[in-house]
């Protein structure tokens, strides 16, 4: 008599695994800081992986404090198109299931990151942003991470923000401050702390990455690359089993 509800529980738990790959959002984080970083120190302050920063330092520049505009400029629409590839193929996958939808989205974000390394490492030493391999190295490392923007957006799992980290840190703070300081409804403390594992683990990669990326270019050039690149592909194949429909419990 006891099988039923022991079964529905198996399944709901089995639902929940096959959502998303194990420790995704931490990986898709430290990706994100990796590259972010990198590209950074490469292209003379350049973000990839978010506009916000961009759209600063431009502002700066047009008020006579920073320099090598036009990479920056471009990479706003460049990251626009990563977007627009990222929806097109999604579009055209609808009917094929989450898993395939991702496994496709990490091959795209993965052939343009690899492009982005090509370009860079053709283009080493740069040392002047405005020319064209410089140009076309940084709008392709802006468009893998704009394909990377819209892929939890798109894929509609349950994933965290992992390109920008104000809004996790802000969350953790304060579910931080409601676990510490306030002895309320159990319910929502529990929500709290649920929240607060989940927050936690892509914070920490993307500042792991962040400074592993930073190592990378040091002692590889646009080499070091080669290591998102790899998670990228990992994810990919591990995707694949991802996103089976929803048991009714």
């Excluded at 529990?190 to 190592?215: C, D, E, K, Q, Y």
Aim: charged content about 10%; glycine content about 12%.
């Amino acid at each position: 008599m006891q099988q039923g509800p022991v079964g529905a529980g198996a399944d709901a738990r089995l639902t929940t695994q096959r959502e998303h790959v194990p420790g995704e959002d931490m990986w898709l984080a430290t990706i994100a800081g990796y590259v972010d970083t990198l590209g950074f120190v490469a292209l003379f302050g350049l973000f990839t992986a978010h506009v916000t920063g961009n759209f600063i330092l431009i502002g700066s520049g047009l008020a006579g404090a920073g320099h090598d505009l036009l990479i920056k400029w471009l990479a706003f629409p460049a990251f626009v198109a990563g977007i627009v590839f990222a929806c097109a193929l999604d579009d055209g996958l609808l009917r094929r299931g989450h898993g395939v939808r991702a496994c496709a989205l990490y091959v795209l974000q993965a052939a343009l990151l690899a492009a982005f390394m090509v370009a860079g490492a053709l283009a080493a030493p740069v040392t002047d942003s405005g020319a064209p391999m410089a140009t076309a190295c940084g709008m392709l490392g802006a468009a893998a991470m704009g394909v990377q923007n819209a892929h939890g957006r798109l894929t509609t799992r349950s994933v965290v923000a992992n390109t920008v980290m104000t809004g996790n840190v802000t969350q953790a703070v304060i579910d931080a401050f409601d676990l510490l300081f306030r002895s309320g409804d159990p319910t929502a403390r529990h929500a709290a702390r649920s929240r607060l594992l989940r927050t936690l683990p892509p914070v920490a990669g993307f500042a792991i990455g962040a400074s592993v990326g930073a190592a990378g270019y040091l002692f590889a050039s646009f080499w070091a690359l080669l290591l998102p690149l790899a998670a990228l592909c990992a994810l990919a194949m591990l995707s694949r089993k991802t996103g089976a429909p929803q048991t009714a419990i």
